[in-house]
């Protein structure tokens, strides 16, 4: 089949106001003589307790007030009191610091409320404010405890005993002065010192104010007690498997051959790489470790296989065809050590960062995989400090950061389920302690789940009835974990082939590639002098996979964002069909949250074919601003037989902050219209001055292309893909169809005019009709009407 070019997605000129339609969030209506006094006394009572508090190496403690609303109360009108806030919690809660300890505006508007109403006025003087007000009150050392500590058994701090001896990371909150972001840590550091503990390393960051200290029982009670602590809990642990064993020889292999001179860098950071092995001595540019004490060597043996498969893509496929030469060249920081566990003195955010800063900033890497998951930190309400750093760099460095969904506790899964595991398949991958594993929740990378490539039998399972496979081909992973992300994102974003398992009745075990060479996904092994291959399982090795075809991706598009690179390979991916066959009876988002859009075919991302043809753009849209692009539809693809399908795929970067329930800054989101005028679509999604015009212009429904998955689905995420399909004639709705482009802003719209994007259109015809030639020749008329 031909393979083109990609065409370019035109817009049209101009941008315009959007139309906003959320009204107004009215407040409760109060008693004056009720509730004036009520919130009054709370302020007090939190003045009282602040004003308690000792100070700490000659520092007063910070007054940090938590404030639980029911109505609306926009951040200026916090800023105008002095207060500003540090996180938006659950239940309309807000965490606000003081900078005005005295908290005097505040009190004076609670005050005037009480007052009588003024003359010619229905409601008490700044009714709108404080009757949004349900509960002002402090933080307590509950408050503080984080989720893995609670998991653990520490969910109150009498449970933390004099005797016993804790590491534990304390996330501060952190205000934008960084003068009182110092002064948070120094009263850590004093009451560590006042206790005998040690404050082992901290971390200030665009996205978080971190420390880990080292201490009894007793420091850790009393440190609950600060006010500048968010949390405390237990520092993040990878979920890296153990080793397994494989054997081929030199002489078993094809040619082997090393990477172009120009072929990009992928970065890997993992648990280091055994760079002098045959298959990646040519490959390897660079090997640090994060901290240098680690060293770079893959003594934990993870590290390896996932860079042979960043390197190589599917090293099965590759031997098998007698194609060895490594498409990309390999830098690698270590950051675990020789037991799969972070250093001890540092702090995981910080190691990231710095990972990645060197990886990019030395050797040029634009994509960076991360096989990493922290096992004690399931996605939650919000994103992990690390979740965030990993955010604010891909938007930064316009990087591509992949990210493993992380991999299931198997012994859960055969504790809840025994031998009835089988059938409970594909049921268990959807239990709510099997949510994919921080950082996978950073919304301006990629999260990868895992796709079974076989149903991992071998020949001689035949004379053995208990051993039982789990998938076919296709279906998810036995293994992977399940979105979605924080506020409904889709996570994971894509999937592949990592692997599965299969249950062995007589020892009831999950067997994976680490015990059972068919049922894992070859690759290379660390002590190469013993063994150059291996069979691994797991979403470790399903997302070296999507950075290869990022990389492929990359290499053939210099110039791309990183935006584009993720629109594109969302824009090419599938969910297999059996993987849609076997989730078809589940809740109707089950395909979503376990493999997202599904496996990136980068052939399809790569080229546009005579039937299928894929129009990009990269973009910038004010904020609260909208574009429309427009789409050429050939007569032949309006009338041929035959199902037809047009494909969107939205990606941006915006700012993120994770203490935040909204945690991206800006939102952005699509809509595909058919059968109105260009002057039709404008007026429909323009700020309409009512007082002028009369009564909003508005689409009829039926010229809203549905596509699947819908708004409510798909938007809550920086990476929106959605399929518009059908089968009768379209003729009735022209040869020109809009995609409109919005840019809501949010929390950092004060901070930013515009929002980078990229969008990306595929329009393909299941009928082998010269769709490319016909569509690039409208594409240049209306060009060169434009001149």
């Known amino acids: 089949m031909a393979k083109y070019e990609h065409l370019p997605?035109?817009?049209?000129?101009?941008?315009?106001?959007?139309?906003?339609?959320?009204?107004?969030?009215?407040?409760?209506?109060?008693?004056?003589?009720?509730?004036?006094?009520?919130?009054?006394?709370?302020?007090?009572?939190?003045?009282?307790f602040n004003k308690s508090l000792p100070s700490i190496a000659g520092y007063d403690p910070a007054f940090i007030l938590k404030v639980r609303t029911e109505g609306i109360v926009q951040e200026d009108?916090?800023?105008?009191?002095?207060?500003?806030?540090?996180?938006?919690e659950p239940e309309k809660t807000l965490v606000l610091f003081a900078n005005d300890k005295e908290l005097t505006e505040f009190r004076r508007k609670v005050s005037a409320y009480q007052d009588a109403i003024p003359e010619g006025q229905k409601n008490p003087q700044f009714a709108g404010f404080v009757e949004a007000i349900a509960e002002v009150g402090n933080l307590g050392p509950l408050d503080r405890i984080g989720p893995a500590l609670k998991d653990g058994g520490y969910d109150e701090p009498l449970k933390f005993l004099d005797a016993e001896e804790f590491v534990l990371d304390i996330e501060l909150w952190k205000p934008d002065d960084p003068g009182q972001a110092r002064i948070f840590v120094y009263r850590v550091e004093g009451k560590l010192k006042q206790r005998n503990g040690e404050l082992v390393s901290e971390y200030r960051g665009n996205a978080a104010l971190l420390v880990r200290v080292r201490g009894t029982g007793q420091v850790i009670r009393e440190l609950l007690e600060l006010p500048e602590v968010a949390k405390i809990d237990l520092p993040p642990k990878p979920d890296l498997p153990s080793v397994d064993f494989d054997a081929v020889t030199l002489d078993d292999l094809p040619e082997m051959e090393g990477p172009d001179f120009a072929a990009p860098v992928i970065g890997i950071i993992d648990s280091g790489v055994s760079s002098a092995?045959?298959?990646?001595?040519?490959?390897?540019?660079?090997?640090?470790?994060?901290?240098?004490?680690?060293?770079?060597?893959d003594e934990k043996g993870h590290g390896t296989p996932v860079s042979g498969i960043a390197v190589f893509g599917d090293v099965r496929e590759r031997i098998a065809s007698g194609n060895l030469k490594a498409q990309f060249r390999?830098?690698?920081?270590?950051?675990?050590?020789?037991?799969?566990?972070?250093?001890?003195?540092?702090?995981?955010?910080?190691?990231?960062e710095s990972a990645i800063r060197q990886l990019n900033e030395e050797y040029g890497c634009r994509v960076i995989n991360m096989s990493l998951g922290d096992i004690r930190h399931p996605v939650s309400q919000k994103p992990s400090a690390w979740a965030a750093v990993l955010d604010d760099l891909a938007r930064e460095l316009d990087i591509l950061i992949v990210i493993s969904a992380g991999n299931a506790d198997r012994l859960a899964i055969l504790r809840k389920y025994g031998d009835g595991v089988v059938d409970a398949f594909p049921d268990f991958l959807l239990d709510e302690d099997n949510r994919v594993l921080e950082p996978a929740s950073a919304v301006n990378a990629l999260t990868v789940g895992s796709i079974a490539h076989t149903n991992g039998l071998n020949e001689e399972d035949g004379d053995f009835v208990g051993i039982r496979p789990i998938t076919v081909d296709g279906q998810p992973s036995p293994f992977t974990r399940t979105g979605p992300g924080v506020e409904k994102t889709i996570k994971p974003d894509l999937s592949d082939y990592g692997g599965t398992a299969v249950f062995d009745g007589t020892v009831q075990k999950l067997l994976d590639g680490q015990a059972r060479p068919t049922a894992g996904v070859l690759t290379l092994h660390h002590r190469y002098t013993e063994r150059l291959l291996t069979s691994r399982s797991g979403t470790s090795f399903a997302s070296p996979l999507?950075?290869?075809?990022?990389?492929?991706?990359?290499?053939?598009?210099?110039?791309?964002?990183?935006?584009?690179?993720?629109?594109?390979?969302?824009?090419?991916?599938?969910?297999?069909?059996?993987?849609?066959?076997?989730l078809g009876n589940l809740k109707k988002d089950a395909p979503y949250r376990l493999l997202g859009y599904g496996v990136a075919n980068v052939e399809y991302a790569l080229a546009s074919d005579d039937n299928r043809v894929i129009l990009f753009g990269e973009d910038e849209l004010g904020v609260d601003k909208f574009a429309v692009y427009e789409i050429p539809i050939p007569e032949l693809y309006q009338t041929e037989k035959g199902?037809?399908?047009?494909?969107v795929s939205l990606a941006y970067d915006p700012p993120v902050r994770h203490t935040r329930l909204d945690y991206a800054g800006i939102s952005m989101n699509f809509r595909l219209l058919r059968g109105v005028s260009q002057q039709e679509v404008f007026?429909?999604?323009?700020?309409?001055?009512?007082?002028?015009?009369?009564?909003?212009?508005?689409?009829?429904?039926?010229?809203?292309?549905?596509?699947?998955?819908?708004?409510?689905?798909?938007?809550?995420?920086?990476?929106?893909?959605?399929?518009?399909?059908?089968?009768?004639?379209?003729?009735?709705?022209?040869?020109?169809?809009?995609?409109?482009?919005?840019?809501?802003?949010?929390?950092?719209?004060?901070?930013?005019?515009?929002?980078?994007?990229?969008?990306?259109?595929?329009?393909?015809?299941?009928?082998?009709?010269?769709?490319?030639?016909?569509?690039q020749q409208q594409i240049r008329l209306r060009a060169e009407v434009k001149v």
């Open 330 to 352: 390999l830098a690698s920081a270590k950051v675990v050590n020789a037991k799969g566990e972070f250093d001890e003195r540092s702090l995981v955010p910080e190691q990231m």
């Open 77 to 88: 009108t916090w800023k105008n009191l002095g207060l500003y806030i540090l996180a938006k």
């Open 683 to 775: 007026d429909n999604f323009r700020k309409w001055e009512k007082d002028k015009e009369g009564a909003p212009y508005k689409v009829a429904k039926r010229f809203e292309c549905e596509t699947r998955p819908g708004p409510k689905m798909r938007e809550h995420g920086t990476l929106q893909c959605a399929t518009f399909s059908a089968s009768r004639t379209l003729k009735k709705y022209g040869d020109r169809y809009f995609l409109v482009v919005r840019c809501q802003g949010g929390w950092a719209a004060p901070q930013i005019d515009s929002q980078r994007f990229a969008v990306s259109v595929e329009v393909r015809h299941e009928a082998e009709i010269e769709l490319y030639a016909q569509l």
């Open 546 to 582: 999507v950075s290869y075809k990022a990389g492929m991706l990359f290499e053939n598009f210099p110039e791309a964002s990183a935006n584009l690179i993720r629109s594109l390979l969302a824009l090419s991916a599938e969910v297999p069909k059996s993987a849609s066959n076997c």
């Open 277 to 297: 092995h045959p298959l990646l001595i040519n490959s390897v540019v660079g090997t640090f470790g994060q901290p240098t004490t680690l060293g770079d060597d």
């Open 643 to 647: 199902n037809r399908h047009i494909r």
């Open 9 to 48: 997605l035109q817009r049209i000129e101009g941008e315009l106001e959007r139309r906003k339609h959320s009204a107004p969030v009215p407040s409760p209506k109060r008693i004056q003589g009720d509730h004036g006094p009520k919130v009054e006394g709370q302020i007090e009572a939190a003045l009282d």
